[in-house]
């Protein structure tokens, strides 16, 4: 099975921060990776697909970057709406990371 | 509107078993791969099940496999999930995704809640 393996499990950030969230494969997935934003309450949303694409209406501040076993999201400059949980997603076997919680500080 | 909304969730007692669907609507069914995800209570995301556009591809988590059936109704746009000898780890709420572009999950439904609990 392929682990996948986010850091930091929470962060702290402020309005106009950039962040980045980090995920890691157990074994290489080449640009299988996605990434998914949910809120409180709400279903997972996609942000990003094949490591780097993204989603129809995904804003432009958010990017993903990397391939084989190491990736990145970032949040160029952060916005209120973007605290939440985030997750990356391996498409070969689907295991996701466990979660990224990102909170106002 | 493009949307898939599940059913079936409920209480159920432990060995129990269960018959979750999702109904389709916007978009042409048979055009995607299908998968279910559960996310027990404060936890992240499990993937549970996936089944391609046929029917004809299908794999599952280990921690449901040979206990959870999933299949597909594409005559009416419906995704099932047949689960049998629930546990009280099963207890989630369960959604359906669409599988889009290189198998990122790019629509889901609002998820069908199950509690596995004497």
């Known amino acids: 099975d392929i682990q996948m393996t986010q850091s930091p499990s929470s962060l702290s950030a402020s309005v106009g921060d950039r962040v980045t969230v980090t995920c890691r494969a157990s074994q290489s997935i080449g640009s299988y990776l996605n990434w998914y934003q949910q809120r409180p309450g709400k279903a997972p949303n996609l942000l990003i697909y094949a490591a780097s694409s993204l989603d129809d209406g995904v804003p432009s501040r958010f990017s993903g970057s990397g391939s084989g076993t190491d990736f990145t999201l970032t949040i160029s400059s952060l916005q209120p709406e973007d605290f939440a949980t985030y997750y990356c997603q391996q498409s070969f076997t689907y295991s996701f990371g466990q979660g990224t919680k990102l909170e106002a500080k | 509107e493009v949307q898939l909304e599940e059913s079936g969730g409920r209480v159920v007692w432990p060995g129990g078993s269960l018959r979750l669907s999702c109904t389709a609507s916007?978009?042409?069914?048979?055009?995607?791969?299908m998968s279910w995800v559960r996310q027990a209570p404060g936890k992240g995301l499990e993937w549970v099940s996936s089944?391609?556009?046929?029917?004809?591809?299908?794999g599952y988590a280990d921690s449901v496999k040979g206990r959870f059936t999933i299949s597909r109704d594409n005559a009416n746009n419906s995704l099932l999930l047949q689960m049998n000898s629930l546990r009280a780890e099963d207890t989630a709420l369960y959604y359906c995704a669409r599988e889009g572009s290189w198998r990122g999950f790019d629509m889901w439904g609002q998820g069908t809640m199950i509690t596995v609990s004497s």
């Open positions: 916007g978009f042409t069914f048979d055009d995607y791969g």
């Open positions: 089944i391609d556009w046929s029917g004809g591809n299908i």
